[in-house]
T-cell receptor, first 114, second 115 residues
């Protein structure tokens, strides 16, 4: 069963604008973590941001913020003031506190237009 | 600047040959993961080590793949014999086991092409 769903295969955003990348997840476990990774064309996977299921506030890391809506089981990534270097694939992932498995979504390709 | 180091970055080989990929996890990390990424399947977990012990290799084809951690600074993934369907990018990731926040840090990957 699909644990992580990213419904946007591709997204475009104008430089300096904000963009939201969607992610929904499926788990009945109350304890889990949510992650976003960036994969530029060079291929490496870069950790961006983490949100724990018990965290009261949405996580923020510089221009990245995670819009965590626990009841809706969504963990959308918001990138503010987009830059050309933000063009990449973005993967949402989830891991339960118990167990070893990370569940990755299929990714969203973001293109920032000058 | 701590990072996961993977070698080689690229590997082209012929079907039937042995392939060995190496990974140096971040110093102090006690978990290591091997993933395979393809366009069709996305990211697949192949193996997982904690404190050098293999805990999960259910995602790995056992007949041809093997993963080991001879010491805390080296993890290896071997394919013998290699097949064209093994062509993919192989990622190693390391992290710390914690009740929460098990962030994985990925290496740059090994791009394998089996002809």
């Amino acid at each position: 069963a699909q644990k992580i769903t990213q419904t946007q295969p591709g997204m475009f955003v104008q430089e300096k604008e904000a963009v939201t990348l969607d992610c929904t997840y499926d788990t009945s476990d109350p304890s889990y973590g949510l992650f976003w990774y960036k994969q530029p064309s060079s291929g490496e996977m870069i950790f961006l941001i983490y949100q724990g299921s018990y965290d009261q506030q949405n996580a923020t890391e510089g221009r990245y913020s995670l819009n965590f809506q626990k009841a809706r089981k969504s963990a959308n990534l918001v990138i503010s003031a987009s830059q050309l270097g933000d063009s990449a694939m973005y993967f949402c992932a989830m891991k339960k506190y118990t167990g070893n498995q990370f569940y990755f979504g299929t990714g969203t390709s973001l293109t920032v237009i000058p | 600047d701590a990072r996961v180091t993977q070698t080689p970055r690229h590997k082209v080989t012929e079907m039937g040959q042995e392939v060995t990929m190496r990974c140096q996890p971040i110093l102090g990390h006690n978990t290591v993961f091997w993933y395979r990424q393809t366009m069709m399947q996305g990211l697949e977990l192949l193996a997982y080590f904690r404190n050098r012990a293999p805990l999960d290799d259910s995602g790995m084809p056992k007949d041809r793949f093997s993963a080991e951690m001879p010491d805390a600074t080296l993890a290896t993934l071997k394919i013998q014999p290699s097949e064209p369907r093994d062509s993919a990018v192989y990622f190693c990731a390391s992290g710390l086991v914690r009740p929460a926040e098990n962030i994985q840090y990925f290496g740059a990957g090994t791009r394998l092409s089996v002809l």
